[in-house]
T-cell receptor, first 115, second 116 residues
Framework: AQSVTQLDSQVPVFEEAPVELRCNYSSSVSVYLFWYVQYPNQGLQLLLKYLSGSTLVESINGFEAEFNKSQTSFHLRKPSVHISDTAEYFCAVSPFSGGYQKVTFGIGTKLQVIP | ETGVTQTPRHLVMGMTNKKSLKCEQHLGHNAMYWYKQSAKKPLELMFVYNFKEQTENNSVPSRFSPECPNSSHLFLHLHTLQPEDSALYLC???????????????FGPGTRLTVL
């Protein structure tokens, strides 16, 4: 079994400031790691995912996440946020084996960008 | 239309009503999911279908009844709901196989359900 912890339920940050959203996970097996974003009144959209290889993963809208195996973390960062980044962000894990049914989501972190 | 669509987007119903939520995916996937999203709680997986067969039911009350007539369509039939069932109901789809493809889920916009 695996679990995901997102320690910050809300993160307020001023526009153009950097932000880090924290995600820690626990699992007895190797996992895939994901970040999803949910804009107001919408479903979840895949932001980025980590499979293997380089520990730094980037998305098309300037976010990046770094996999740290020793700390079992997959924190999401952006060097300069925009108002349009205001949304809720979900970290998720899924085991390499065990199939498609085993995705576990965190509780979510609400990012509020202040003008 | 592409992606995963859900109708209706908003639904208000009384506890004695019967209603259905509809989900349709245009991604060629063969696994479909219902999730319940409530405030301050993690996403709750309710049901999983693989090639129209139900493969997961996470102790969901019988007042929620899923139906998957084919790999592209998924329904959630609702009857005699309780106010605590008010939530955002999300549908998702993926490939039904192990590995990264199967783990990557694509979500619809959700149905905001309010039970009075």
């Amino acid at each position: 079994a695996q679990s995901v912890t997102q320690l910050d339920s809300q993160v307020p940050v001023f526009e153009e400031a950097p932000v880090e959203l924290r995600c820690n996970y626990s699992s007895s097996v190797s996992v895939y790691l994901f970040w999803y974003v949910q804009y107001p009144n919408q479903g979840l959209q895949l932001l980025l995912k980590y499979l293997s290889g380089s520990t730094l993963v980037e998305s098309i809208n300037g976010f990046e996440a770094e996999f740290n195996k020793s700390q079992t973390s997959f924190h999401l960062r952006k060097p300069s946020v925009h108002i349009s980044d205001t949304a809720e962000y979900f970290c998720a894990v899924s085991p390499f084996s065990g199939g498609y049914q085993k995705v576990t989501f965190g509780i979510g972190t609400k990012l509020q960008v202040i003008p | 239309e592409t992606g995963v669509t859900q109708t209706p987007r908003h639904l208000v119903m009384g506890m004695t009503n019967k209603k259905s939520l509809k989900c349709e995916q245009h991604l060629g996937h063969n696994a479909m999911y219902w999730y319940k999203q409530s405030a301050k709680k993690p996403l709750e997986l309710m049901f999983v279908y693989n090639f129209k067969e139900q493969t997961e039911n996470n102790s969901v009350p019988s007042r929620f009844s899923p139906e998957c007539p084919n790999s592209s369509h998924l329904f959630l039939h609702l009857h005699t709901l309780q106010p605590e069932d008010s939530a955002l109901y999300l549908c998702a789809s993926s490939q039904a196989r192990p590995g990264l493809e199967g783990s990557t889920q694509y979500f619809g916009p959700g149905t905001r359900l309010t039970v009075l």
